[in-house]
């Protein structure tokens, strides 16, 4: 079997970026079973209620669901169990330290495939008000319609 390469994407949080302001972004790798990512190779996945916490020096990624596999046995796992996560100790020690700071969490953004090995985006983020989202949705509102309308004009010199 050929090597892959590249970037296969398997889920993303979608969410998380509206919710948080996103600060800081790392690239983790993470520990996981046979059936784990014989899963993940079938693109099953979600992150929806996902974090990160972080314990004695090492980085557990929780509430992240990801399905049994159709074809296991008793060696399935169970679907939102914690999971390791492989970062240098640079990194756990800088999240940790700033995780600390009041309103600060770490989210996982991306579950992919990165030359034939999974990897998780998560970020450094910080909870939005009520007011910073709206004012978040307006704005990418307004960049849509500034967009449409230079379309518009361009489309207009062309024809």
Known sequence: MAKEKGRKLIAQNKKARHDYLILDTYEAGLVLTGTEVKSL???????????????????????????????????????????????????????????????HTIVPL???????????????????????????LREKQDRRETERAISAVRRRQRG
């Open 41 to 103: 190779r079938q693109g099953r996945a979600s992150l929806v209620d996902g974090f990160v916490q972080l314990d004695g020096h090492e980085a557990w990624l929780h509430n992240v669901h990801v399905p049994e596999y159709s074809q296991g046995t008793w060696t399935n796992h169970s679907a939102r169990r914690k999971r390791k996560l492989l970062l240098h100790r640079v990194e756990i020690d800088k999240l940790e330290s700033k995780s600390q700071e009041t309103g």
């Open 110 to 136: 991306a579950l992919y495939f990165k030359d034939g090995r999974a990897k998780i985006e998560i970020a450094l983020a910080k909870g939005k008000k009520e007011y910073d989202k709206r004012q978040a």
